[in-house]
Nanobody, 126 residues
């Protein structure tokens, strides 16, 4: 059974950093574009960052550009979200997702992704 499992979330002070990991299993995701989304209480799911199957192409949302980067290691079946200079407004549940119909294009809407993890909570205190 295909699975994505996020880890690395937690409580951090404003200005701090975290690295989120997404471990994939059950099938190969190495040919899929992957994305990170987040959802704050009372808000919709928001695209954060994504990358192509090889990791050569990345796309980062304007709200986190310059602070978040995304990477992957297909040999380890893992995708990462590196977050620095965290702000209270970054507080949300962060989800990893896979887009099986995309290799080099990176969708920004959640409906384009067909595999999702359960999410990991990131809380940034002021």
């Amino acid at each position: 059974q295909a699975q994505l499992v996020e880890s690395g979330g937690g409580l951090v002070q404003s200005g701090g950093s975290l690295i989120l990991s997404c471990a994939t299993s059950g099938r190969s995701f190495s040919n899929y574009a992957m994305g990170w989304f987040r959802q704050a209480p009372g808000k919709g799911r928001q695209f954060v960052a994504g990358l192509s199957w090889s990791g050569a192409i990345t796309n980062v949302a304007d709200a986190v550009k310059g602070r978040f980067t995304v990477s992957r290691d297909n040999d380890k079946n893992a995708v990462y979200l590196h977050m620095i200079s965290l702000r209270p407004e970054d507080t949300a549940v962060y989800y990893c997702a896979a887009a099986s119909r995309n290799r080099n294009s990176i969708p920004k809407i959640s409906e384009e992704y067909d595999y999702w993890g359960q999410g990991t909570q990131v809380t940034v205190s002021s």
